[in-house]
T-cell receptor, first 115, second 113 residues
Framework: NAGVMQNPRHLVRRRGQEARLRCSPMKGHSHVYWYRQLPEEGLKFMVYLQKENIIDESGMPKERFSAEFPKEGPSILRIQQVVRGDSAAYFC?????????????FGEGSWLTVV | QQQVKQSPQSLIVQKGGISIINCAYENTAFDYFPWYQQFPGKGPALLIAIRPDVSEKKEGRFTISFNKSAKQFSLHIMDSQPGDSATYFCAASYGGATNKLIFGTGTLLAVQP
């Protein structure tokens, strides 16, 4: 029973390039979250998606960042024109539909380094 | 209102001792309080969680104590082991449309042999 799968695990990009992070939720899960963890800091909520819908993007920077969760395929977090401050670990998490408090399962993360 | 404050930032405990990590919140709408454990280079993993209708929950060596009136909750690790050395995050969420977790800033626990 595969968990939340993220790839790539590590990604190096030069300033100005695009970073594309992928997340496949746990089997049967239709809710996906993206969190960012800066070095020595906690996890900050970025966006919450259901299939084909962005439900809450209150934590997403207004520019350069976008997310999608298409009907088929993984969820994608896209960062355009990366800057050094984007260097962080990006975690995807998923849960199944249902009442509040359902366990949210995290992936192993994608570590982005901008040089 | 959306913050979860966690302390201490770091903690050193001797093997066999008790590790205690505290969290406080403001938003009384929060109704779910999990603790996550994270090892270096790994994702957070759910350790134990509690709802505000109970004051304590125990799972093995891990116990959550919850004080609704004080809006505080804590994680106790009994008989701490070197393998418990990790970063621990408290979190809180409420239903609404998202169930998103609001995390504390984390506590780096080192258990010395």
């Amino acid at each position: 029973n595969a968990g939340v799968m993220q790839n790539p695990r590590h990604l190096v990009r030069r300033r100005g390039q695009e970073a594309r992070l992928r997340c496949s939720p746990m089997k049967g899960h239709s809710h996906v979250y993206w969190y960012r963890q800066l070095p020595e800091e906690g996890l900050k909520f970025m966006v919450y998606l259901q299939k084909e819908n962005i439900i809450d993007e209150s934590g997403m920077p207004k520019e350069r960042f976008s997310a999608e969760f298409p009907k088929e395929g993984p969820s994608i977090l896209r960062i355009q024109q990366v800057v050094r401050g984007d260097s962080a670990a990006y975690f995807c998490a998923s849960r199944d539909q249902g009442t509040s408090g359902n366990t949210i399962y995290f992936g192993e993360g994608s570590w982005l380094t901008v040089v | 209102q959306q913050q979860v404050k966690q302390s201490p930032q770091s903690l050193i405990v001797q093997k066999g001792g008790i590790s205690i990590i505290n969290c406080a919140y403001e938003n009384t709408a929060f109704d779910y309080f999990p603790w996550y454990q994270q090892f270096p280079g790994k994702g957070p993993a759910l350790l134990i969680a509690i709802r505000p209708d109970v004051s304590e929950k125990k799972e093995g060596r891990f116990t959550i104590s919850f004080n609704k009136s004080a809006k505080q909750f804590s994680l106790h690790i009994m008989d701490s082991q070197p393998g418990d050395s990790a970063t621990y995050f408290c979190a809180a969420s409420y239903g609404g449309a998202t169930n998103k977790l609001i995390f504390g800033t984390g506590t780096l626990l080192a258990v010395q042999p």
